[in-house]
């Protein structure tokens, strides 16, 4: 093997266990409460900035937030959350479903953004308040958060086909909330 292969596989293994390392550090770490009860201390368009000190935390937390109910069913809602870690390292975006979607690939969380398929984000976890999908927010994402207008996340209710629900969530004020962000 050459060194140039070898150096390209180890940046990749570097790269993936990294990636993994913040993910699991994230989803047991940050120490922001699922439907953070803060301070609004800025609007922006159609998001709020909220901040709070979370109990046992020594510095505050803020989150750029936004809460959606689907157009067709009130009962089903999201709320999005995007957030710079504790360390300033990476950005997160959480989005809290309501009990009840089916968690299992291929049901994970769907997402488009202005009709563009993006891709799918994984659940983590389920709590009282909900079930929690989250994922580090690459640059190419957030690029596309910011120029974009709307973003749609799609959950599951059931396996059948028509068994997804799409909830669009305003992109207003996104780029300018993401940049008041400490």
């Not at 803060?38 to 937030?65: H, I, R, S």
């Not at 009840?100 to 389920?126: N, T």
């Not at 599951?156 to 993401?178: A, C, M, Q, R, T």
């Amino acid at each position: 093997m050459e060194m140039s292969q070898f150096s390209t596989k180890l940046r990749r293994l570097l790269r993936m266990t990294l990636s993994l390392a913040i993910a699991v550090g994230l989803a047991w770490s940050i120490s922001i409460p699922v439907y953070a009860q803060g301070t609004v201390v800025g609007a922006f368009g159609d998001w709020v900035l909220e901040c709070d000190v979370p109990p046992g935390a020594q510095y505050e937390q803020c989150a750029l937030k936004q809460t959606v109910q689907a157009e067709d069913r009130d009962n089903i809602g999201l709320v999005v959350f995007v957030l710079k870690t504790a360390d300033q390292m990476a950005q997160l975006i959480r989005v809290v479903a309501p009990l009840g979607v089916l968690l299992p690939p291929p049901f994970q969380l769907g997402l488009a953004i202005d009709g563009e398929h993006i891709g799918e984000i994984g659940f983590v976890r389920c709590v009282q308040e909900g079930c929690i999908a989250e994922a580090l927010l690459e640059p190419e994402l957030l690029s596309r958060l910011r120029g974009g207008t709307t973003a749609i996340f799609s959950i599951f209710v059931s396996p059948e086909l028509d068994g997804g629900i799409g909830i669009p969530v305003s992109l207003n004020g996104f780029s300018d909330g993401f940049e008041a962000l400490p």
